[in-house]
């Protein structure tokens, strides 16, 4: 079960970095221009703005990172981490993510705001709510583990001591 579980993590941080970099490239663009992105990306370049696919690449690079750096150390075979250390870990992950798209996708979203006065901010927002929704809930789970682990440390009796050699 833990492993279906951490495969299923695993497949929830690709999908954000994915779903994001998506966003950021094509949907939210063009959902804030009001037209197709062909047209979007030729009204830009004709008000000299910008318009760049590298902020959604690195950002489904990075997060796609990040989950198999998560990944890894969670299903190898040596010493397991604690239930807490592993959401823990996985909640820092996806709550970091809302800022980090906000960052990624800023260059795009201000030259659509630069180019069309008209802009629609609302509809880009509202494309973005499910990535910062899932971040605000990812950040109350990591406080919470966050509590949990703190608490095992005060509650577990301490390990004696192993004898060194000398």
């Given amino acids: 079960m833990r492993k279906l579980l951490v ?3 695993f497949a929830i941080i690709a999908a954000y970095a994915a779903y994001g970099a998506l966003l ?3 949907w939210a663009v063009v959902a804030a221009s009001g037209v197709p992105l062909d047209e979007t990306i030729a009204e830009m370049a004709a008000m000299d703005q910008d318009y760049d696919l590298l902020g959604g690449w690195v950002f489904a690079a990075i997060g796609i990172a990040l989950a198999a750096s998560w990944l890894v150390p969670v299903v190898s075979r040596g010493r397991k981490l604690p239930a807490w250390a592993t959401v823990g870990g996985w909640s820092l992950i ?3 993510g ?5 960052f990624a996708s800023f260059a795009n979203m201000n030259s659509v705001g630069d ?3 008209d802009w629609n901010a609302g509809a880009s927002a509202a494309l973005a709510a499910p990535l910062y929704i899932t971040s605000i809930l990812a950040f109350a789970m990591l406080a919470a ?5 703190v608490r ?3 509650t577990r009796p301490p390990r ?3 004898p060194t050699s000398s």
């Fill in 7 to 9: 495969i299923f993590g």
């Fill in 24 to 26: 950021m490239n094509n």
């Fill in 94 to 96: 996806i709550a970091l």
């Fill in 98 to 102: 809302a800022p980090g798209y906000f």
């Fill in 115 to 117: 180019t069309f006065a």
């Fill in 145 to 149: 583990t966050g509590a949990l682990g």
């Fill in 152 to 154: 095992a440390a005060f």
């Fill in 160 to 162: 004696p001591l192993r």
